[in-house]
């Protein structure tokens, strides 16, 4: 079955403790990307990565990083959460090109305390 | 750069009655829309998309969208809807040719009512 898959799924964590929300996906797909959803903004995205070490900041990269050592591993770090990063985040990925469907994860509802 | 604005962020309507769900963009290039939806606590998925040809384009469950280059509109229809339609739906769009530049709207709450 084809999925984009998170994990955790729920954490509450404390300000300043580093944390790393993983994806993976199984669908050989080159463009993967994080988003994060609050309440009235809608998705915004995080990072984005075309191909294998290739990575690009988004519309909100401040506080994160991301890696993409692998095709199918894009994970997203938090190196010192703060409460503003409260959030529900979103890793997607599909083929190369601007009119394929993204497939999103099921989510990562990320507490900082 | 391109933007999109949803209209309305919630739309409560009976059940069985037609619904239509608006989003605006603007872009300076050529681009692709998408309409997703998010029903509680899953992620999103795909309901249809526009990417050329035809301007009415029909989606999963029922739900159409028509493309308005003119008013640079791609609202969201359906003629009758179900409780099971309650969900979030999100408009997106996406320049032609450009990885990044997949924006997406602040979202409907479409809450459907017995």
């Known amino acids: 079955e084809a999925q984009v898959t998170q994990n955790p799924r729920y954490l509450i964590t404390v300000t300043g403790k580093k944390l790393t929300v993983t994806c993976s996906q199984n669908?050989?797909?080159?463009?993967m990307s994080w988003y994060r959803q609050d309440p009235g903004l809608g998705l915004r995205q995080i990072y984005y990565?075309?191909?294998?070490?290739?990575?690009d900041k988004g519309d909100v990269p401040e506080g994160y990083k991301v890696s993409r050592k692998e095709k199918r591993n894009f994970p997203l770090i938090l190196e010192s959460p703060s409460p503003n990063q409260t959030s529900l985040y979103f890793c997607?990925?599909?083929?190369?090109?601007?009119?394929?469907?993204?497939?999103f994860g099921e989510g990562s509802w990320l507490t900082v305390v | 750069a391109q933007s999109v604005t949803q209209l309305d962020s919630q739309v409560p309507v009976f059940e069985e009655a037609p619904v239509e769900l608006r989003c605006n963009y603007s872009?300076?290039?050529?681009?692709?829309l998408f309409w997703y939806v998010q029903y509680p606590n899953q992620g999103l998925q795909l309901l249809l998309k526009?990417?050329?040809?035809?301007?009415l384009v029909k989606g999963i469950n029922g739900f159409e969208a028509e493309f308005n280059k003119s008013q640079t509109s791609f609202h969201l229809r359906k003629p009758s809807v179900h409780i099971s339609d309650t969900a979030e739906y999100f408009c997106?769009?996406?320049?032609?040719?450009?990885?990044?530049?997949?924006?997406f709207g602040s979202g409907t709450q479409l809450t459907v009512l017995p």
């Open positions: 997607a990925s599909r083929r190369q090109g601007g009119g394929n469907t993204i497939y």
């Open positions: 669908m050989n797909h080159e463009y």
């Open positions: 990565s075309m191909n294998v070490e290739v990575t």
């Open positions: 872009s300076s290039v050529s681009v692709y």
């Open positions: 997106a769009v996406s320049g032609s040719g450009s990885a990044r530049q997949l924006t």
């Open positions: 526009y990417l050329s040809g035809s301007t």
